[in-house]
């Protein structure tokens, strides 16, 4: 099992920027595939990054490419999400999640590892 705990949510202004960490517990790490997802009031969660274990390939929403970065650093047992260029659409509870195994995924239910998720609030 791994346990995640995410940091680094706040209040930005249109534009701004944030980076979000989320730490892990456990030494298997790099044998997860990690993941972004979002949740806006009245809305479903929705998939907004993913990072394969080594880090080599990332995967994005559509509605954040370009804006939106994902990485990790496997030696800190961490994956980040650098948010560039914040719109007021962006504000949700933004959540890390994790799956076992070498195959990424956009659904929420292939990930069975969730943290308890930081609030990103965008003021126009």
Known sequence: Q????ESGGGL???GGSLRLSCAASGRTFNSYVMGWFRQAPGKEREFAAAITRSGASTYYADSVKGRFTISRDNAKSTVYLRMNS???EDTAVYYCAARYGASWSERNDDYPYWGQGTQVTVSS
Do not use: I, R, T
């Not at 791994?2 to 705990?5: E, S």
């Open 2 to 5: 791994v346990q995640l705990v």
């Open 12 to 14: 930005v202004q249109a």
């Open 86 to 88: 914040l719109k007021p």
